[in-house]
């Protein structure tokens, strides 16, 4: 069964810091492009970054462009979102996703349960 888990959400200040991970587990991943996305109350599920198989080739939102940074460890089967500056407007439920294929150009094809990340003012 694959499941992934998102870990690393909370509450943080203005400016402040977090890092997520995403543990994936019953296949590997390290040939699918993986992704997280977010969904803030009332708000469409947005992807806010994203990376291929080759760790090299990654895209961000314009609203995180600059102050997160996507990256995974295909050894450990993980993935991280190290977000920094963080605004109010971050808050949200952010999912990481795995794509079907090794270029998040592809649709996607595994959900995690996500985490809460609240930003306060």
């Known amino acids: 069964q694959v499941q992934l888990v998102e870990s690393g959400g909370g509450l943080v200040q203005a400016g402040g810091s977090l890092r997520l991970s995403c543990t994936a587990s019953?296949?590997?991943?390290?040939?699918?492009?993986l992704g997280w996305f977010r969904q803030a109350p009332g708000e469409e599920r947005e992807r806010v970054a994203a990376i291929d198989w080759n760790p090299d080739r990654t895209d961000y939102s314009d609203s995180v462009k600059g102050r997160f940074t996507i990256s995974r460890d295909n050894a450990k089967n993980k993935m991280y979102l190290q977000m920094n500056s963080l605004k109010p407007e971050d808050t949200a439920v952010y999912y990481c996703?795995?794509?079907?294929?090794?270029?998040?150009?592809?649709?996607?094809?595994?959900w995690g349960q996500g985490t809460q990340v609240t930003v306060s003012s």
């Open positions: 019953g296949r590997t991943f390290s040939n699918t492009a």
């Open positions: 996703v795995a794509y079907s294929g090794s270029s998040y150009s592809g649709s996607v094809y595994y």
